[in-house]
């Protein structure tokens, strides 16, 4: 079976095709290419395929959905763009991809973020959006596959602009806090305070990209701030489910290993057993 993912982060979207599990095509394509060539994506699927399933890059996220079935309304849901804000910085050519691979007559579905998932509580969904896109999701799948046992585990993406958190639980994803919902980000302010947001309004889908590590007033209080803004997502997400195994990863890794350091470090460490991604234990 020849399959193909794609993972739309903020630096870069990467495509990556599998044949019976392995490696076999990828490709990184920098925020400034799909902007100014939306078809870029679509044309490397077809050389590189063909394709049984691709998994397309799905934003907010959809209940599972072949992208040929999308109507356009569904489409601006995986954005949530406003239509005054089309083409804003930081979601690029997106909106324009999706729309080519909906139009391509590849065999792409898009995928449900965090908060479409039945396994999530109504109550952990009221007054949210963002509980964890759907690349997040796909991060957190993987733990769920890997983890061995049914005791809850902790699963963190630290990316490029945005820190996400997910909870495993009795085997299933039950929580999460999204970039825009829960801690501080290298580039991302996290949660917003509901005052702030008044006085800044209207506010800009750029906004969400402000407010993090990069515009601290000064380096240190920056990392101060990533550190016990984690710290208190993290051990509240902790305490509610009782974990103790947390799973981490994300490009955050290998730009600034220090300010992931940082960050777990002020966890519990009689409470907690730090994972990073590449050692998920096997499932037994």
């Not at 080519?100 to 396994?119: D, K, M, N, Q």
């Not at 957190?140 to 945005?162: D, K, M, N, R, Y």
């Not at 039950?174 to 996290?190: A, C, K, M, Q």
């Amino acid at each position: 079976m020849r399959v193909a993912g794609c993972d739309p982060g903020t630096s870069s979207l990467d495509v990556l095709a599998l044949e019976d599990g392995r490696v076999v095509a990828q490709v990184r394509i920098e925020p400034d290419e799909l902007r100014a060539d939306p078809t870029r994506p679509v044309r490397w699927l077809r050389e590189a395929g063909p394709f049984d399933l691709i998994a397309g890059p799905s934003g907010y996220g959809l209940p599972l959905v072949r992208a040929a079935d999308c109507t356009d309304a569904q489409l601006d849901l995986m954005a949530l763009v406003r239509p005054d804000e089309r083409g804003a910085k930081g979601v690029g050519g997106f909106s324009a991809l999706l729309r080519e691979l909906r139009a391509s007559g590849l065999p792409v579905v898009f995928l449900p973020g965090v908060i479409h998932l039945p396994t999530v509580p109504v109550h952990r969904k009221l007054n949210k959006i963002d509980l964890g896109t759907a690349d997040k999701l796909c991060v957190a799948a993987l733990a769920l596959a890997q983890h061995a046992g049914t005791e809850p585990a902790l699963v963190v993406e630290f990316g490029s602009a945005f820190t996400a958190l997910v909870v495993l639980k009795d085997r299933q994803i039950v929580d999460g806090l999204g970039g825009t919902s829960g801690s501080v980000g290298p580039r991302s302010g996290g949660a917003w305070d509901g005052e702030t947001a008044y006085l800044l309004a209207p506010l800009q889908k750029a906004d969400l990209f402000r407010g993090g590590v990069a515009d601290a007033p000064d380096p240190e209080a920056g990392r101060a701030l990533f550190r016990e803004s984690f710290g208190k997502s993290a051990c509240g997400l902790l305490n509610v489910h009782g974990v103790r195994d947390v799973y981490y990863g994300g490009s955050l890794l290998r730009s600034d290993p220090d300010l992931v350091r940082l960050a777990l470090g002020g966890l519990p460490s009689d409470r907690v057993r730090l994972h990073p991604r590449a050692t998920f234990p096997a499932r037994g």
